[in-house]
């Protein structure tokens, strides 16, 4: 077993524990006091509610355990974590149950933006201070929102890709769930900002693994088999480029491969420094939920009326990611 490998196990124990998400709690408060324009209700305690895409995605665990390291910096906030299971019934279903359970906020991770849209709205309708988050989900009435640009997180990646992928390369691409903000915009910005300035490029295979890492490696086995030649790996996100690589190990054919992902995990930041990954865009856990956590405390204290923001998105490649293992290493995620 390689040091990389122990590194990625220990790191994805770490985070499986540190995100121990569980059912809904049965336990009741008092719901904020209406809606829109109506003041709300100041409270000694707050209830927020964070509901999570799912446990297994590397991304999703770290937020969730930064999301509970932020909410230690307020004494008047407590903070209950619930795992999606990366399952539109069951996220849409812990919504319905933060609702029933008079949760004075819910931020929520959506899983596919158009399945929870409803169920949201339904949150914000009920005078609840209601975030969506990694991505926001568009065409709410009302409601806020902390995230990042997934469309310059895509760009400052494929920016780089136009320089570095050989003339008539041939490439494989990895997409994010259907209907995933997040997906869909970087899919956007790699089109625009590559492919249609690159017409020599070929993409010999494309499809969605669904952020899964897993999944990524199934699609990748089959895509190395039917094509003898890959130059790039394009992927929506680290995960599914981490599961790509990893169907690839041992194949010569296939070595020196680009790679290309966005969120900057801490797997990806090991796979940068071993030169297996080419480059990504960070995505801060650390920043996001503190800018959430901020966020849902000025709304439930009434300091803002409304929050629609977003994080930076740097880059990270073997030029500067020491910066970015130092990051990790002082959070305790490697």
Same mark, same amino acid.
């Not at 619930?82 to 609702?99: K, L, P, S, T, Y």
């Not at 790509?244 to 930041?269: N, Q, R």
């Given at each position: ?49 964070? @509901? ?67 169920? @949201? ?106 094509? &003898? ?5 394009? &992927? ?70 409304? @929050? ?16 970015? @293992? ?9």
């Amino acid at each position: 077993m390689t040091t990389l490998t122990r590194k990625i196990m220990a790191l994805g124990a770490a985070a499986a524990v540190a995100l121990s998400l569980g059912g809904c709690a049965v336990t009741t408060g008092n719901p904020a006091s209406g809606g829109g324009d109506t003041e709300r209700e100041q409270k000694d305690e707050y209830r927020v509610a964070y @509901i999570a895409r799912a446990q297994a995605d590397s991304f999703a665990a770290w937020l969730a355990n930064e999301m509970k390291a932020a909410a230690e910096d307020y004494d008047d906030i407590t903070l209950e974590v619930f795992d999606g299971q990366a399952d539109d019934e069951v996220e849409n279903r812990m919504i319905e149950n933060a609702i029933a359970n008079k949760f004075d906020a819910i931020i929520v991770q959506p899983n596919n933006g158009d399945a929870q849209s409803p169920y @949201i709205q339904q949150a914000i309708d009920a005078g609840i201070v209601t975030i969506t988050t990694n991505p926001r989900v568009e065409g709410l009435d009302g409601g806020d929102s902390v995230d990042a640009n997934p469309y310059d997180q895509g760009a400052v990646v494929a920016q780089l890709a136009l320089e570095q992928v050989p003339e008539n390369a041939k490439v494989v691409v990895l997409t994010g769930p259907a209907g995933n903000f997040h997906s869909t915009a970087r899919r956007d910005a790699w089109q625009k900002e590559f492919f249609d300035k690159r017409p020599d490029v070929t993409i010999v295979a494309e499809d969605t693994a669904n952020w899964n890492k897993d999944e990524a490696l199934t699609l990748m086995e089959d895509w190395s088999l039917a094509n &003898s030649e890959i130059d790039a790996i394009i &992927s929506m996100n680290d995960n599914m480029a981490a599961g790509a690589l990893e169907a690839l190990k041992g194949k010569s054919a296939f070595e020196g491969i680009l790679a290309y992902g966005v969120d900057g995990t801490p797997e990806a930041t090991l796979l940068i420094q071993e030169g297996l990954l080419t480059a990504s865009t960070l995505q801060n856990a650390r920043e996001l939920a503190e800018l959430n956590l901020k966020s849902v405390h000025e709304l439930l204290t009434g300091e803002a009326d409304e @929050i629609n923001v977003d994080i930076g998105n740097p880059l990270i490649t073997s030029e500067n990611v020491q910066e970015y @293992i130092d990051l990790y290493l002082e959070a305790g995620l490697l």
